[in-house]
């Protein structure tokens, strides 16, 4: 597992605990440092503080796409994979688009419900092709 993709886990357990316990994404991110021997990488705290940024904004664009899912009804940690997912697509110049739908894939197949892989990819695929509108 490279380096990004350890960041991106981590991102994912800090959002997926936050999420669990309606706290601060920077709160559980500050706790987690202090209290955990899992390193928490630069590019995870960026992750997290980039979705913190633009979460309104993430939530809105999957809700749009996700066919007939509010976010509520999605699993957690589809919800968290979704979020770290839309914002490398849409926020973060220095991942390809492929990469970041790639390793969002990757999170979903290993950690979610077996038709999560493919809800995600479809989701953030849909979200590649309308990007330019998106942040116009």
Same mark, same amino acid.
């Given at each position: 597992m490279n380096s990004r993709t350890k960041? &991106? =886990?981590?991102?994912?357990?800090?959002?997926?605990?936050?999420?669990?316990?309606?706290e601060d994404?920077?709160?559980v991110l500050r706790r987690? &440092? =202090?209290y955990t021997v899992a390193q928490?990488?630069?590019?995870?705290?960026e992750i997290i503080r980039g979705v913190r940024d633009h979460d309104e904004e993430i939530r809105e664009f999957v809700e749009t796409y996700a066919r007939d899912w509010s976010f509520e009804r999605m699993p957690a940690v589809d919800r968290a994979v979704l979020r770290i997912g839309t914002w490398e697509l849409l926020y973060n110049?220095?991942?390809p688009d492929?990469?970041?739908i790639s390793e969002a894939?990757?999170?979903?197949?290993?950690?979610?419900?077996n038709e999560s892989p493919k809800f995600v990819n479809g989701l953030l695929d849909k979200l590649r092709q309308?990007?330019?509108t998106l942040l116009a």
């Open positions: 960041a &991106r =886990l981590r991102a994912l357990e800090v959002l997926f605990e936050a999420d669990q316990r309606n994404y920077i709160e987690r &440092r =202090l928490i990488s630069a590019y995870s705290e110049d220095e991942v492929a990469v970041a894939v990757g999170l979903a197949r290993v950690l979610s419900t309308v990007k330019p």
